[in-house]
């Protein structure tokens, strides 16, 4: 299990050097109780001036109490219109966990969902050994233009490795888009090592994974909230 998320922290460094030069863009704020609305397997919260509804984690079992008795939760703003919200497992923490699951909010007009899967997927491919990075895309449900980016990265480099405890990783991620700015719903994997060419010997089933993206392409919205 990875003792911190570098893929968050890479995307969170990267989007604030972009939109402020002031070292106090860095400052953070957390509250550890977010305010969320459960309905069925649909989250909503409020983040970042948006409204935001989002799938429940694909650990949730519904035979074990509701989702928030099955995860720890913690809302982090960035920067004002800069806020992410990470779940993880129950048994898991901020420190030490196999599998996360993750809302990011960029409330900054212009700023597009190609913008954002780039800052996804070029760390990951910064941090994995050569021939052990798969980037592809799930193709939107029927009626829909949300793809899915799928990040596979087989073994992380020995330069990752000295940052983190994961020898590899998934990603599954999808980003939706307005005039205001940007909504990201994604889940995370730490992994053993493993092949990306060889589907049979992955971590995390390709079934598992598809039915990840298409629980996130169906169910995530978001609106902007009135002044």
Same mark, same amino acid.
Request: a negative charge; one cysteine or more.
């Given at each position: 299990?990875?003792?911190?998320?570098?893929?968050?922290?890479?995307?969170?460094?990267?989007?604030?050097?972009?939109?402020?030069?002031?070292?106090?863009?860095?400052?953070?704020?957390?509250?550890?109780?977010?305010?969320? *609305?459960?309905?069925?397997?649909?989250?909503?919260? *409020?983040?970042?001036?948006?409204?935001?509804?989002?799938?429940?984690?694909?650990?949730?079992?519904?035979?074990?109490?509701?989702?928030?008795? +099955?995860?720890?939760?913690?809302?982090?703003?960035?920067?004002?219109?800069?806020?992410?919200?990470?779940?993880?497992? @129950?048994? *898991?923490?901020?420190?030490?966990?196999s599998e996360l699951m993750?809302?990011?909010?960029?409330?900054?007009?212009?700023?597009?969902?190609? +913008?954002?899967? @780039?800052?996804?997927?070029?760390?990951?491919?910064?941090?994995?050994?050569?021939?052990?990075?798969?980037?592809?895309?799930?193709?939107?449900?029927?009626?829909?233009?949300?793809?899915?980016?799928?990040?596979?990265?087989?073994?992380?480099?020995?330069?990752?490795?000295?940052? +983190?405890?994961?020898?590899?990783?998934?990603?599954?991620?999808?980003?939706?888009?307005?005039?205001?700015?940007?909504?990201?719903?994604?889940?995370?994997?730490?992994?053993?090592?493993?092949?990306?060419?060889?589907?049979?010997?992955?971590?995390?089933?390709?079934?598992?994974?598809?039915?990840?993206?298409?629980?996130m392409q169906s169910l995530?919205?978001?609106?902007?909230?009135? *002044?």
């Amino acid at each position: 299990m990875r003792p911190f998320n570098r893929l968050i922290a890479c995307v969170f460094s990267g989007l604030a050097a972009s939109m402020a030069a002031s070292p106090a863009v860095f400052a953070q704020e957390a509250t550890d109780e977010p305010v969320i *609305e459960v309905t069925g397997r649909v989250l909503k919260t *409020e983040m970042s001036g948006f409204a935001v509804a989002f799938p429940a984690p694909g650990w949730v079992d519904d035979e074990n109490g509701s989702v928030l008795d +099955q995860s720890r939760s913690k809302v982090t703003e960035i920067r004002p219109g800069l806020t992410s919200l990470v779940f993880h497992k @129950k048994d *898991e923490n901020t420190a030490f966990w196999s599998e996360l699951m993750a809302v990011l909010a960029v409330h900054v007009p212009g700023y597009t969902a190609g +913008q954002q899967f @780039k800052r996804m997927a070029d760390p990951l491919a910064a941090s994995c050994m050569p021939g052990q990075i798969d980037l592809s895309w799930i193709v939107p449900l029927p009626g829909s233009d949300r793809e899915a980016l799928v990040g596979m990265c087989g073994a992380y480099n020995l330069q990752a490795r000295q940052t +983190q405890a994961c020898i590899g990783g998934i990603v599954v991620a999808v980003s939706l888009e307005a005039e205001e700015g940007v909504v990201t719903v994604y889940n995370e994997w730490c992994t053993p090592s493993y092949d990306v060419k060889n589907p049979d010997k992955w971590p995390v089933s390709r079934a598992e994974i598809e039915n990840r993206a298409r629980m996130m392409q169906s169910l995530t919205r978001f609106e902007v909230l009135p *002044e």
